[in-house]
């Protein structure tokens, strides 16, 4: 830092100094800071009226946003004094999707599926290795290995380096997935989408960089949400694409199980919670089916499996 401060500009000095406390493991990285911090703060002096205390939180928020480009966070050096920016937030979290690391355990997963998940792994693959569209549903009751299917779906992809995002509509759902999100956190959908048909996504921004990206993307639970969310996104997709492919030619997989919950729709009946769901929409009758039938859960009590899916398929009149 001594030696950089005779030539460097101060915006040089800032990433000079995320770069030390990334790659060179200061022992004492405040001490560094508070001996050097002034001449990092020249460019922002020029400005009238802005007060020392201004100025720092700008240095140190600049800092902050270069840290998390390289996935660390100023915390380590404020304890907690300075809250990263927006911009600063979103580039943590394009860093760590552009560089997640699959565990050994799901590397395994391929080698595990049944035959009915392992036709569905071929035919999404060879979707995503001969870059072609592919919008699919998985379709399966309950327990027949749909998380576990896509486990080694995002475990293939992300291994050999390409993006695949995991969404789910609840939070619940998605943190069953390896770094899963709710689909309206990864895609700045609107919660109460009524009519947006937009995501708070710039096209210049880091996120569309990242989703143009996106050689995969996995939705769970897709019965429990609103068809316009679906609609949203695929309109965000063919935006970013710049196509008017569906899901702007991408490799999409929805799934979930259609006797489990459906849209919730306040005071509704049941037929209004039909008409939200994705069954009504336009894309449902572009998506290419994909089904499961073997109860992985259950797969040693048969006469249960057939119980369940009696009560799913609401021919069941006996309750335990
Ligand atoms: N090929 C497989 N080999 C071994 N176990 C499996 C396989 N597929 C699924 N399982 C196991 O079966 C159970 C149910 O699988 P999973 O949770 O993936 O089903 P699901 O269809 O997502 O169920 P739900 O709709 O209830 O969420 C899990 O314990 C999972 O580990």
Redesign the pocket.
């Known amino acids: 830092m001594s030696e950089a401060l005779s030539y460097q500009m101060p915006h040089s000095l800032r990433h000079l100094f995320a770069v030390l406390l990334v790659y060179c493991n200061p022992a004492n990285p405040r001490e560094l800071w508070e001996k050097f911090e002034s001449p990092t703060y020249e460019d922002f002096k020029k400005y009238p009226n802005m007060h020392t205390r201004e100025i720092r939180h700008k240095v140190l928020n600049h800092i902050n946003d270069i840290l998390h480009s390289m996935g660390r966070d100023i915390i380590e050096l404020t304890q907690g004094k300075i809250q990263p920016s927006a911009t600063a937030k979103e580039a943590k979290d394009v860093h760590f999707e552009r560089n997640i690391i699959v565990n050994e355990q799901d590397l395994q ?1 391929p080698y ?3 035959i009915e ?1 392992r036709r569905a792994y071929n035919v999404i693959l060879d979707r995503i290795f001969s870059n072609k569209l592919g919008a699919f549903f998985i379709d ?12 080694a779906l995002l475990a293939t992809v992300r291994h050999i380096g390409f993006i695949a995002f995991a969404t789910a509509r609840s939070g619940v ?1 998605a943190s069953l997935l390896p770094r899963g999100r709710t689909a309206h956190s990864r895609f700045k959908i609107p919660i109460d989408v009524n009519g947006i048909f937009s995501c708070n996504i710039s096209k210049q921004s880091s996120l569309a960089s990242l989703i143009r990206d996106a050689k995969l993307i996995v939705w ?1 639970e897709i019965p429990m949400a609103k068809k316009e969310m679906v609609e949203t996104l695929d309109l965000l997709l063919r935006d970013l694409m710049e196509t008017t492919m569906l899901f702007g030619g991408k490799v999409v997989v929805f ?3 259609f006797r ?1 919950t459906l849209p919730v729709v306040r005071g509704g009946q049941r037929e209004d919670f039909v008409r939200e769901s994705l069954l009504c929409s336009e894309i449902w009758h572009q998506l290419e089916k994909l089904q ?1 039938f073997e109860n ?2 259950a ?1 040693t009590d048969p006469a249960f499996c057939e119980y369940l899916m009696r009560i799913g398929n609401g021919k069941e009149r006996k309750m335990i």
């Not at 399966?140 to 486990?151: A, E, M, N």
């Open positions: 997963l595990k599926l049944n998940q399966g009751p309950g327990g027949t290995g749909k998380s576990f299917l896509y486990r759902a769970d799934s979930g199980d489990q499961l992985m859960r797969k």
